[in-house]
């Protein structure tokens, strides 16, 4: 089964409790080529009000990037979340877009080591 959808053929009423993992393989679904490896647990509390559902969300884990700086790896923590009704018109509610968007945004615009932890052959060239 893919990562974050939620069948709404036989979906009761009311609250409805889903939990996710996913791994790179997820970003690279999405042509995202930064993300080496990822980690991500999603929980959902969806609740089903017939021509709408509603959808809380809350992610956690980590990814890992190429640092800004060095290029080695670097892993980042993070942990975010949505809140979300939608209007769905199949029998499939996919959240994919919306965690992987929650989960890019979340992320630090400039992705380096904390000072003195960057690859010291590559500071040296930088640094000359």
Known sequence: MQPF???????SRGESHFEWEAGAEFF???GNEDILDAQVKAEAT???KGARI????????SVTVPCD???????????TGFEETYLPEGTELDLGQDVYDFVCTSLPIVRVHP??????DTIKYLSK
């Open 54 to 61: 509603e959808v809380n969300c809350s992610l956690e884990g």
């Open 5 to 11: 959808i939620v069948n709404l053929k036989g979906l």
């Open 115 to 120: 000072d003195g932890e960057c690859n010291e």
């Open 46 to 48: 969806v609740v089903n």
């Open 28 to 30: 690279e679904s999405f």
């Open 69 to 79: 700086r060095c290029l080695d790896d670097l892993k980042l923590e993070f942990s």
